[in-house]
């Protein structure tokens, strides 16, 4: 579908119609194939109403309602929004920043995508709310280099806005004004960590600050209190003052609140996205209904639940335990609800919502070479086992791959990943390291076996991972 | 030889620099529409950016050699990124690589003998869900298979004039 300001060079963006399962309030005009993302269209189906509404209330009230709200970050990390603006440190008397992440770099995630090329408003509204109630001084979107398009649209969307008074100076006619601008990625997963990112903002190598002291929170971008956000988590803000904080809470199941944008890919037969009410849809229902299910003739071997760098699952295992309300569960895969503390709770984790499938046509070691590559190519270098760890994982998984690996490789592939995890400046040591110690402890056999294995007859597999 | 900016350059990196609260900030915007205008950045355009930023020149160079994005050396005409990632991977990614690289008869990084692309390695380009994916330039090519980009490499080739590359003469970019 083309937009309405009939600019020939914007490439065309499919929509999907939603699953029965489905539960829009992100997506909803995003997916409308009546909706073209334009402000007129935007303002026609009562956009920006709830800045006007955030207006009418204190900065306090707006942070009280998402606070109430329990929305968790979107990102990675499933914090508590409402409790991180609580943390802002305004005891320097510094100016505040408010920066959405918009780098969309964890492989398998693309939702913010979406988002930002569909329904460009929503978020500069929900960031402009955000601004409001943290009472930023500026606002930065910070989006990667490979979406230039998205870069594009939210620069024209940003210049719409400025001119009805929703951006800038005055907003709404009131004496309370921020700026928002588009700042373009180059290409480095690292600048999704947001201490990565706040470098990269003020113009260095993207190299991750520690943690304390370097909460954004305290001391962020310039060294001022910065609130960073993900993109689904700003435009739930609007949300939350649309309908109130509690009655968003009551979308969803206790602290796992509103919906959640899932992406899968991998081996189904209908990847995509799918928003889904917390915790009331399963991994399951994810990938048999919504995704149409595995391939023909082919079995389930594992599923990456949260992002690459989560730990994998493997097809049969049985997740038990006792959740935070003290019920026990029970789980296979399928089981798991989708929401962020049970994919916790079965030893892995939600992060980005990027759900990949991996059926019995490959060969789990290529699988990890292939992530262990991603991992090796994004650290930022400054700390040693990072650095040098994701680079011998590399290179160790690849010699399993291509022949020449040693009978010891499987324990030494395991001890390097224990060695890297903790041991780090920022979550990137554990996002490298968790794949490689899940996968070799799971499928401690298939690892094992790559040292007798003859890699011609890896050639004749459908296709290569590495 | 100093590098001279376009008019248009020096305009866009005057007007960029306004929207940050410290002029370094911009360096990434302007090193996007250097390199967009002149297809790579040059050790002197370097050092323009990092005069007109007010820094040293090797702040410049150490943003430069850090983010995959930017270059020294010059590319093809056109800039072939296919993603190398998990979900890609699991779909062909490799395979659509290889096709690509059978129509212009290259390797991965460095400019095809008819000097029409450079083909590389992405990764993730956060569209997973239409994996294996490839970007042409700015635009973003969809559940690609080896025959779709039989297709498109002919309209790239359609579209693009030759420009083979001069016999390599041993030295680089610098
Ligand atoms: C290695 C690494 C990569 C990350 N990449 C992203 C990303 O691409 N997008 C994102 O929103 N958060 C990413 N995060 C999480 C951010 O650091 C941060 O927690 C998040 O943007 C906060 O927003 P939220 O609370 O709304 O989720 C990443 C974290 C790490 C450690
Ligand atoms: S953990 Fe890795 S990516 Fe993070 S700061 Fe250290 S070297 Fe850089
Ligand atoms: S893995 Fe190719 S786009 Fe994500």
């Not at chain 2, 620099?17 to 002029?23: I, K, L, N, S, T």
Request: hydrophobic share 35%; with cysteine.
């Amino acid at each position: 579908m083309s937009r309405a300001n009939g600019d020939a060079t914007m490439p065309t963006f499919s929509k999907s119609a939603p699953h029965p399962k489905e539960r829009r309030i992100i997506l909803a005009n995003a997916e409308d194939p009546d909706f073209d993302g334009t402000l007129e269209a935007y303002e026609g189906r009562g956009g920006y109403g709830e800045l006007k509404k955030a207006f009418g209330m204190t900065p306090e009230d707006v942070c009280k309602e998402v606070l109430d709200s329990g929305v968790r970050g979107r990102g990675g990390a499933g914090f508590p929004a409402g409790m991180k603006w609580k943390f802002l440190d305004r005891r320097s008397g510094k100016p505040v920043y408010l920066i959405c992440n918009a780098d969309e770099s964890e492989p398998g995630t693309f939702k913010d995508r979406q988002i930002i090329h569909k329904d460009p408003h929503q978020l500069i509204e929900g960031m402009m709310i955000t601004a409001f109630a943290i009472q930023a001084k500026q606002a930065y979107i910070y989006i990667r280099e490979e979406m230039p398009y998205g870069a594009r649209i939210l620069d024209e969307a940003i210049e719409a806005a400025r001119a009805k008074g929703y951006v800038g100076d005055n907003i709404l006619g009131s004496d309370y004004s921020c700026d928002l601008v588009v700042h373009r990625g180059a290409a480095a997963y690292i600048c999704g960590e947001e201490t990565g990112l706040i470098e990269s903002l003020e113009g260095k190598r993207a190299y991750p600050r520690i943690k304390p002291p370097y909460f954004p929170a305290a001391l962020g971008l310039y060294m001022c209190p910065t609130i960073v956000n993900n993109v689904e988590t700003l435009c739930n803000v609007k949300h939350i003052v649309a309908m109130g904080g509690g009655e968003f809470a009551k979308i969803g199941t206790t602290g796992n609140t509103g919906t959640r944008i899932w992406c899968l890919s991998g081996h189904v037969q209908k990847p995509g996205y799918f928003e889904l009410e917390c915790g009331k849809a399963t991994y399951g229902e994810l990938i048999n209904d919504l995704g149409g299910g595995l391939l023909p003739g082919r079995k389930l071997q594992a599923v990456i639940p949260g992002g690459s760098s989560a730990k994998v699952l493997r097809a049969g295992e049985r997740f038990t335990g006792k959740l935070r309300s003290g019920e026990a569960f029970d789980w296979g895969i399928d089981d798991i609800p989708l929401d962020f503390d049970s994919p916790m709770a079965a030893g892995s984790m939600s992060g980005s919502g990027a759900v990949i499938v991996v059926d019995d046509s490959v060969n789990i070691v290529e699988v990890l070479a292939n992530i262990n590559a991603f991992y090796a190519h994004e650290s930022c270098g400054q700390c040693t086992p990072c650095r040098e760890g994701s680079l011998w994982m590399k290179k160790i998984t690849g010699r399993m791959v291509s022949g020449g690996a040693r009978r010891e490789d499987a324990a030494l592939l395991a001890s390097i990943g224990d060695q890297i995890a903790g041991r780090t400046i920022c979550a990137h040591g554990e996002a490298c390291a968790w794949p490689t110690q899940s996968f070799v402890a799971k499928f401690r056999d298939e690892f094992e076996a790559a040292a007798e294995r003859n890699p011609d007859e890896w050639k004749n597999r459908e296709f290569r991972l590495v | 030889m100093p590098f001279e900016p376009s008019s248009e350059l020096a305009a866009y990196a005057e007007k960029v620099v306004q929207r940050y609260p410290e002029r370094r900030s911009a360096i990434m915007m302007i090193l996007h529409a250097l390199q967009r205008e002149q297809g790579r950045i040059s050790l002197e355009a370097q050092e323009w950016v990092a005069d007109f930023l007010e820094i040293a020149p090797i702040k410049v160079r150490e943003v430069v050699s850090f983010y995959p994005f930017y270059r020294e050396h010059p590319v093809g005409k056109r800039h072939i990124r296919v993603c190398r990632t998990l979900s890609c991977a699991l779909n062909g990614g490799y395979a659509v690589c290889d096709s690509f690289k059978q129509a212009f008869e290259t390797g991965l990084d460095e400019i095809s003998p008819d000097g029409r692309v450079t083909i590389e390695f992405a990764e993730c380009l956060a569209s997973c869900g239409t994996a294996p994916v490839a970007l042409v330039d700015d635009d973003l090519h969809e559940n690609l298979t080896p025959e779709k980009v039989r297709e498109l490499c002919e309209s790239i080739k359609a579209e693009t004039p030759a420009a083979p590359r001069p016999e390599p003469a041993g030295e680089t970019a610098e």
